[in-house]
Nanobody, 126 residues
């Protein structure tokens, strides 16, 4: 299984960035795919994800209304559009895939990850 992530970089507060993650080689009946992030000295947290079989999306409360998960039509590529970025969004973002049955949305968004992609740094700073 390979998860190839790209995107990230530096943005100003209020700016936008887009992350991409292309998955290959996985075989799951009901996969969930998305992103976690980890800021310095903080635990890794779920950010957003999509149930691939029906494209239902899920978001952490901290990013609702600002981040959007979408999927390409012809490839197993997931996108995370990040708008209205805040300094507290600064973190290393990790693409991850797991089984939908392990997904929890309360109190925090999380799922058991079977495969991680490489992290990509998002820095929001003025």
């Amino acid at each position: 299984v390979q998860l190839q992530a790209s995107g990230g970089g530096l943005a100003r507060p209020g700016g936008s960035l887009r992350l991409s993650c292309t998955a290959s080689g996985f075989e799951m009946d009901y996969p969930v795919m998305g992103w976690f992030r980890q800021a310095p000295a903080r635990e890794r947290e779920g950010v957003a994800c999509m149930a691939l079989y029906n494209r239902t999306t899920y978001y952490a409360d901290s990013v609702k209304g600002r981040f959007t998960v979408s999927r390409s039509t012809y490839m197993d590529t997931l996108y995370l559009q990040m708008n209205d970025l805040k300094v507290e969004d600064t973190a290393v973002y990790f693409c991850a895939i797991g089984e939908l049955r392990t997904l929890a949305t309360s109190p925090k968004l999380k799922y058991d990850v079977d495969h991680w992609g490489q992290g990509t740094l998002v820095t929001v700073s003025s």
